[in-house]
T-cell receptor, first 113, second 117 residues
Framework: GNSVTQMEGPVTLSEEAFLTINCTYT??????LFWYVQYPGEGLQLLLK?????DKGSNKGFEATYRKETTSFHLEKGSVQVSDSAVYFC????????????FGKGTMLLVSP | GAVVSQHPSWVICKSGTSVKIECRSL??????MFWYRQFPKQSLMLMAT?????????EQGVEKDKFLINHASLTLSTLTVTSAHPEDSSFYIC?????????????FGPGTRLTVL
């Protein structure tokens, strides 16, 4: 079956530090990959996505590259802000279109001034 | 972008009562809606997949008689927690997906915090 593995948190950084949150996946087909962000007390918001190998998703300074050879989709940001403090979920669907999401356990990011 | 709303945003009820949570897609039609449950500091667990006009498909271990799902229209799905107990206290999140061939992602509601006393 499908699965997503994320690095455990919390990840604690100072403002303007470089961020990496690791994500690896197992899938039987050709998944689409997603990063979602959840701010305290809120639902999930799509942060970025990639639908095929070597695609790079990017949004709000965050980026992640779909690496089929390493089955990875690591999230990076060059300079984090306090407002980036949230829980980040890596997820996949089996192919594009009509499919359920499989989520990782989430990684909490705490950014201090 | 596509917007999904949930109502209520939070609810407190007594043990043994039933609670209904609504999920609406505000600016698109959703043939499929999903219901998730999230425990503190944990990931989302898919409870069921709801298709408009048909019975919901429940994930293994989810009691369909306890968590009643109705998807009566292309913009509304409801989750009713029947005879709620304290262990049902959780954060319930819905998502909606446009018909296949449209946007290939789910759009999430803001969640409903249920507390059962």
């Amino acid at each position: 079956g499908n699965s997503v593995t994320q690095m455990e948190g919390p990840v604690t950084l100072s403002e303007e530090a470089f961020l990496t949150i690791n994500c690896t996946y197992t899938a039987t087909g050709y998944p689409s990959l997603f990063w979602y962000v959840q701010y305290p007390g809120e639902g999930l918001q799509l942060l970025l996505k990639a639908t095929k190998a070597d695609d790079k998703g990017s949004n709000k300074g965050f980026e992640a590259t779909y690496r089929k050879e390493t089955t990875s989709f690591h999230l990076e940001k060059g300079s984090v802000q306090v407002s980036d403090s949230a829980v980040y979920f890596c997820a996949l669907t089996e192919g594009s279109g009509y499919s359920t999401l499989t989520f990782g356990k989430g990684t909490m990011l705490l950014v201090s001034p | 972008g596509a917007v999904v709303s949930q109502h209520p945003s939070w609810v407190i009820c007594k043990s043994g009562t039933s609670v209904k949570i609504e999920c609406r897609s505000l600016d698109f039609q959703a043939t499929t809606m999903f219901w998730y449950r999230q425990f503190p500091k944990q990931s989302l667990m898919l409870m069921a997949t709801s298709n408009e006009g048909s019975k919901a498909t429940y994930e293994q271990g989810v009691e369909k008689d306890k968590f009643l799902i109705n998807h009566a229209s292309l913009t509304l799905s409801t989750l009713t927690v029947t005879s709620a107990h304290p262990e049902d206290s959780s954060f319930y999140i819905c998502s909606a997906q446009p018909p296949a061939g449209g946007m290939d992602e789910q759009f999430f509601g803001p969640g409903t915090r249920l507390t059962v006393l």
